[in-house]
Nanobody
Framework: VQLQASGGGLVQAGGSLRLSCAASGRTFSRNTMGWFRQAAGKEREFVAGISWSGTYTDYADSVKGRFTISRDNAKNTVYLQMNSLKSEDTAIYYC??????????????????WGQGTLVTVSS
């Protein structure tokens, strides 16, 4: 079972990036998925979550209105569209999947599978 995050890179403040998280080894079409990030010297924090159907989403206040999480279950892939990027968005971004049946967990400990992370650097 593997979650492969990609799409990170260097972007100027105000720019956009789209992260992808491709799952392999099993289908996650029935799992809630999430994105987390960890900046240097800081704890990992929740960014966004999406229900298995894509009907429900949740966002951290710091990214609400700028980031959009989506998924394509046919491709076993989750996306994070990041617009209006700020220097404080600089971090390693991780995708994760949970076997939890209900809700959109915000705690990292509630997620069972993790990708390796992709670095996003926003220059000011």
């Amino acid at each position: 079972v593997q979650l492969q995050a990609s799409g990170g890179g260097l972007v100027q403040a105000g720019g956009s990036l789209r992260l992808s998280c491709a799952a392999s080894g099993r289908t996650f079409s029935r799992n809630t998925m999430g994105w987390f990030r960890q900046a240097a010297g800081k704890e990992r924090e929740f960014v966004a979550g999406i229900s298995w159907s894509g009907t429900y989403t949740d966002y951290a206040d710091s990214v609400k209105g700028r980031f959009t999480i989506s998924r394509d279950n046919a491709k076993n892939t989750v996306y994070l569209q990041m617009n209006s990027l700020k220097s404080e968005d600089t971090a390693i971004y991780y995708c994760a999947a949970t076997d939890a049946i209900r809700g959109l967990p915000r705690r990292g400990g509630d997620y069972d599978y993790w990708g390796q992370g992709t670095l996003v650097t926003v220059s000011s």
